[in-house]
């Protein structure tokens, strides 16, 4: 089975900075991953999907890049909105599976 | 519009059963593969189970293996979770999920609100 760590597990940040968030896999998922965003009390929300390309309507401060087993989520110039939590999913083979999340705060 | 809609969560005792539902509109449904992933409170998300577009074949994470069964009914436009034996720890918000394309290549772009199962004596 294919296992997703993905860092930091919390990372603080100000209004306006860019972030990165990492998410390594166990073995080569090619470009099969996906990126989610999850607010409290609410399903997640599709961000980026095969590695790189942004889903309709996200919008392009979202960037993912990464191939094989290392991954990288980008924030650029962060609003209050993206205040969450982030997970990353492989979906290369089953059992697919999930990062175990990075929660994004307010420095 | 895409929706997916649960249904049958609730409060079982351990060694409990629960059938979940999950009513699809909006698209073709039997187009698609689909999909439950949980979330335990407080937790990250865990992916659960997917079902084929006909139903030929079926995934599941190993800690549900023999206890939970994912099924469709294409004629209804739904998808079922059958859990059996049920644990402490399967207490969660189970959601039902379903690829943004037909190749389930593109993550899972629509979700469901979710339906929460709680195993506890």
């Known amino acids: 089975d294919i296992q997703m760590t993905q860092s930091p597990s919390t990372l603080s940040a100000y209004v306006g900075d860019r972030v990165t968030v990492t998410c390594r896999a166990s073995?080569?998922?090619?470009?099969?991953l996906a990126w989610y965003q999850q607010k409290p009390g609410k399903a997640p929300k599709l961000l980026i999907y095969?590695?790189?390309t942004l889903e309709s309507g996200v919008p392009s401060k979202f960037s993912g890049s990464g191939s094989g087993t290392e991954f990288t989520l980008t924030i650029s110039s962060l609003q209050p909105d993206d205040f969450a939590t982030y997970y990353c999913?492989?979906?290369?083979?089953?059992?697919?599976?999930f990062g175990q999340g990075t929660k994004l705060e307010i420095k | 519009e895409v929706q997916l809609v649960e249904s049958g969560g609730g409060l079982v005792q351990p060694g409990g059963s629960l059938r979940l539902s999950c009513a699809a509109s909006?698209?073709?449904?039997?187009?698609?593969?689909m999909s439950w992933v949980r979330q335990a409170p407080g937790k990250g998300l865990e992916w659960v189970a997917n079902?084929?577009?006909?139903?030929?074949?079926?995934y599941y994470v190993d800690s549900v293996k023999g206890r939970f069964t994912i099924s469709r009914d294409n004629a209804k436009n739904s998808v079922y979770l059958q859990m059996n034996s049920l644990r402490v720890e399967d207490t969660a918000v189970f959601y039902c999920?379903?690829?943004?394309?037909?190749?389930?290549?593109?993550?899972?772009?629509?979700w469901g609100q979710g339906t929460l199962v709680t195993v506890s004596s």
């Open positions: 999913q492989q979906y290369n083979s089953f059992p697919y599976s």
């Open positions: 999920a379903r690829a943004g394309d037909e190749y389930d290549s593109s993550g899972f772009k629509h």
């Open positions: 909006g698209f073709s449904f039997s187009s698609y593969w």
């Open positions: 073995q080569s998922i090619s470009r099969w």
């Open positions: 079902i084929k577009k006909d139903g030929s074949e079926r």
């Open positions: 095969k590695a790189s």
